[in-house]
């Protein structure tokens, strides 16, 4: 029953495996992924994905595998979704465009952007899912994203502090604080980082007004793209995200599917239902 999550560092992981002498078809078989998983995307059940991870890591005995995963992840491998927050004029709008955008890399999860107290945060989670991603896959993306922003800014990004849903042990977390220079919480209700209003207002190096509008147009045209194909299941997606948040009123729904609740109603109506009726299933 687990939800499905679309995962693209297969093969560089099975590169790793490989080089440590074991065959990356084995893990792959065994965590119950498919075959093709070793040359390309997959979308598969979260639990099977985090098996492989978990498998990867123990053999190769880093118990911080996510991280040094996130660090070798080529530039410009998220497409629109990097480029908006490469171009973006300020670190805060590099933030909400990727809480806006982020659904176009992996539909599974929410991001959120928050400013408040001097700070901005960025929150992920994962609807039913308390440990969100897991623990490896957590990490994971923390450090990718800390690093994209690092590499927008043409300096290591300081943290304010980093949390985790998961826990870890004395000696893990201590290496994981090293490498977010920061404070790391465990146990939090969700996965996250905060910078203060200083590093909100920088302008990152790759700062490009004219991308940055562009980008914006190719994200809102996926966007759209995507909730026209099928939009009762688009819409069940965006809800189940925001359940347990309680911010499913219809014009919150639209504006997470890159329309307007009139439109949005209008096509729900020519696919037979109604906003109501999807809510109440």
């Known amino acids: 029953t687990s939800q499905l ?5 297969v093969p560089l992981m ?3 495996v490989a ?3 074991t065959d990356p078809a084995q893990l792959v078989a065994r965590a119950g992924l498919p075959v093709n998983a070793l040359t390309t995307d997959v979308t598969a059940p979260l639990m099977r994905v985090q098996k492989f991870v978990d498998d990867v890591a123990a053999l190769l005995q880093k118990d911080t595998y996510g991280i040094d995963l996130a660090l070798r992840i080529p530039p410009g491998a998220f497409g629109v979704v990097e480029f908006l927050m490469r171009s973006a004029p300020s670190v805060e709008i590099a933030l909400s465009a990727l809480a806006q955008s982020a659904t176009l890399v992996n539909p599974l999860g929410q991001f959120r952007f928050v400013r408040a107290d001097g700070r901005g945060s960025v929150h992920y989670s994962v609807a039913a899912e308390r440990q969100a991603l897991g623990s490896h896959l957590n990490e994971y993306t923390v450090a990718l994203l800390v690093d994209r922003l690092s590499g927008a800014l043409g300096t290591r990004t300081p943290l304010l502090e980093v949390w985790f849903p998961h826990r870890r042990n004395l000696a893990v977390a201590r290496a994981i604080e090293a490498h977010f220079g920061c404070p790391v919480r465990f146990g939090a209700p969700d996965v996250g980082f905060s910078v203060d209003h200083t590093v909100l207002a920088r302008v990152p190096v790759t700062s490009d007004a004219a991308l940055f509008a562009y ?3 190719q994200a809102q045209n996926a966007l759209s793209s995507a909730a026209g194909s099928d939009v009762v299941t688009q819409l069940v997606r965006i809800i189940e995200q925001r359940l347990s948040e309680g911010k ?7 504006r997470a599917m890159a329309t307007t609740a009139r439109s949005l109603q209008r096509r729900l109506a020519e696919a037979g239902t109604t906003y109501r009726r999807v809510l109440a299933h």
Request: glycine share 4%.
């Open 19 to 21: 080089r440590a002498g």
């Open 248 to 254: 499913v009123d219809a014009d919150a729904v639209a």
């Open 215 to 217: 980008m914006q147009r």
């Open 14 to 16: 099975a590169a790793d």
């Open 5 to 9: 999550f679309t995962f693209r560092m």
